[in-house]
């Protein structure tokens, strides 16, 4: 720790590093926290702040997307470091396997990658549909996969509406399916009257609300 005062000033600047997408950095204090004896959830927590926190820029013109895109290579990348560095995934997340997709007629998939980066550092299995993702396309993928979850991202007010007929015909092909939902234009109200089990407006919660779905059997 000698560089820091306290092990939290060591994760806020690991957590920074994302910010500064600066990879060699994050990888030293990677290493330095490990060290510290930090827990693999408390790490990758700071490593999605830090994400979430370089989101915000965009919101607020003070990053390009550009910019953004590499600090969520940075990201991506600190997060794989920590699930490939023993962290060890519980029941639910072994158990479980998520289709995730972006609904048609949307082609907004950076939401869907950072959920999507999320849930593999909690060790569950993903499979990824992409994009501009029809009804069938999805029904497929989960029948495909042998799907327990859906996770559905829509980020545009006109393509949030495509969100119901997935989850609709997901449910009367698939009883056991959970879906669970995000994007830009949507909230907890409107998932709820779309079907979702699940809401969760950013990557800080969305771990939390899919094992508390699966966990009440729904
Ligand atoms: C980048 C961008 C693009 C890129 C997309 C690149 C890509 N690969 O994603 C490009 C240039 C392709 C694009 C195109 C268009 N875009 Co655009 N775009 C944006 C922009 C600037 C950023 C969106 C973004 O990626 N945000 C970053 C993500 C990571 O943040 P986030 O949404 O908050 O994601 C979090 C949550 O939503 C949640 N979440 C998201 N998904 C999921 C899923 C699950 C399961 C869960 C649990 C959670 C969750 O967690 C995420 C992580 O925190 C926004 C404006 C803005 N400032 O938001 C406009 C914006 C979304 N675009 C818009 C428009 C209109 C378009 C176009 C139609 C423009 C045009 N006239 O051609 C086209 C689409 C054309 C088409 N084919 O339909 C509008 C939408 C307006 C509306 N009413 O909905 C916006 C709001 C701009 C604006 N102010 O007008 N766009």
């Given at each position: 720790?000698?560089?820091?005062?306290?092990?939290?000033?060591?994760?806020?600047?690991?957590?920074?590093?994302?910010?500064?997408?600066d990879?060699?950095?994050?990888?030293?204090?990677?290493?330095?926290?490990?060290?510290?004896?930090?827990?693999?959830?408390?790490?990758?927590?700071?490593?999605?702040?830090?994400?979430?926190?370089a989101?915000?820029?965009?919101?607020?013109?003070?990053?390009?997307?550009?910019?953004?895109?590499v600090?969520?290579?940075?990201?991506?990348?600190?997060?794989?470091?920590?699930?490939?560095?023993?962290?060890?995934?519980?029941?639910?997340?072994?158990?479980?396997?998520?289709?995730?997709?972006?609904?048609?007629?949307?082609?907004?998939?950076l939401?869907?990658?950072?959920?999507?980066?999320?849930?593999?550092a909690?060790?569950?299995?993903?499979?990824?549909?992409?994009?501009?993702?029809?009804?069938?396309?999805?029904?497929?993928?989960?029948?495909?996969?042998?799907?327990?979850?859906?996770?559905?991202?829509?980020?545009?007010?006109?393509?949030?509406?495509?969100?119901?007929?997935?989850?609709h015909?997901?449910?009367k092909?698939?009883?056991?399916?959970?879906?669970?939902?995000?994007?830009?234009?949507?909230?907890?109200?409107?998932?709820?009257?779309?079907?979702?089990?699940?809401?969760?407006?950013?990557a800080?919660?969305?771990?939390?609300?899919?094992?508390?779905?699966?966990?009440?059997?729904?």
């Amino acid at each position: 720790m000698s560089d820091f005062d306290s092990q939290e000033a060591l994760l806020t600047a690991l957590s920074e590093t994302i910010l500064h997408h600066d990879d060699e950095k994050m990888e030293h204090l990677l290493n330095a926290v490990v060290k510290e004896g930090v827990s693999p959830e408390k790490i990758k927590q700071k490593l999605i702040i830090g994400l979430e926190s370089a989101k915000s820029r965009i919101m607020t013109n003070h990053l390009s997307m550009a910019e953004f895109l590499v600090c969520l290579d940075t990201a991506i990348h600190g997060l794989e470091n920590v699930a490939l560095s023993g962290s060890r995934e519980n029941e639910t997340q072994k158990n479980n396997r998520i289709v995730i997709g972006v609904v048609k007629g949307d082609p907004h998939d950076l939401g869907k990658t950072i959920i999507e980066s999320v849930y593999r550092a909690y060790g569950y299995t993903i499979f990824d549909m992409g994009s501009n993702v029809s009804v069938e396309k999805f029904l497929k993928g989960i029948e495909q996969h042998q799907a327990t979850i859906l996770a559905i991202s829509a980020m545009m007010s006109t393509s949030t509406v495509n969100v119901e007929p997935i989850i609709h015909e997901a449910k009367k092909r698939f009883p056991h399916i959970a879906a669970i939902v995000g994007g830009a234009y949507m909230n907890e109200k409107l998932a709820t009257s779309y079907g979702a089990d699940a809401y969760s407006e950013n990557a800080l919660t969305v771990i939390e609300n899919t094992e508390t779905i699966m966990n009440n059997g729904r």
